[in-house]
């Protein structure tokens, strides 16, 4: 299984996406780092670093999907310090976190499979 991490500027919007994706993850750890330490808007590579962790306990590898550019160097620095094989999906936050679940659960799933999955959201269509 590969865990998710989605890391955005909002700390509720990284908790509302986790919270559609899970709907669809099974037993995959969908985990949301989100905001700065104090509670505001921006993010803490800190925060993204134990989500690596979590999400990376029982798993082959970990999925990072971010909201913003900025949210993809605190991401970079986190990765940095992780054992976890991690790798960041260039992929739209919601649509690529939710293909990301669906594809973490299955029983072939690789870290590669599901980052693949996360960025084919970005030629879905929503009309």
């Known amino acids: 299984m590969i ?5 955005s500027h909002s700390e509720r919007l990284a908790e509302g996406v986790c919270e559609v994706a899970s709907e669809m993850a099974g037993d995959a750890a969908v985990v949301p780092a989100g905001g700065t330490d104090d509670g505001g808007i921006g993010t803490s590579v800190e925060r993204v ?20 550019g900025s949210a993809v160097m605190s991401a970079e620095m986190a990765i940095e310090e992780s054992a976890s094989e ?6 739209p936050l919601v649509e690529g976190t939710v ?28 009309l």
């Open 86 to 91: 991690v790798t960041i999906a260039d992929a």
């Open 99 to 126: 293909n990301a679940a669906v594809s973490a659960t299955s029983s072939k799933a690789t870290l590669e499979s599901v980052r693949e999955s996360a960025e084919e959201a970005r030629e879905l269509s929503k």
């Open 49 to 68: 670093a134990e989500a690596i962790e979590t999400a990376g306990e029982d798993a082959a590898g970990v999925v990072v999907l971010v909201d913003l």
């Open 3 to 7: 865990g998710l991490v989605v890391v």
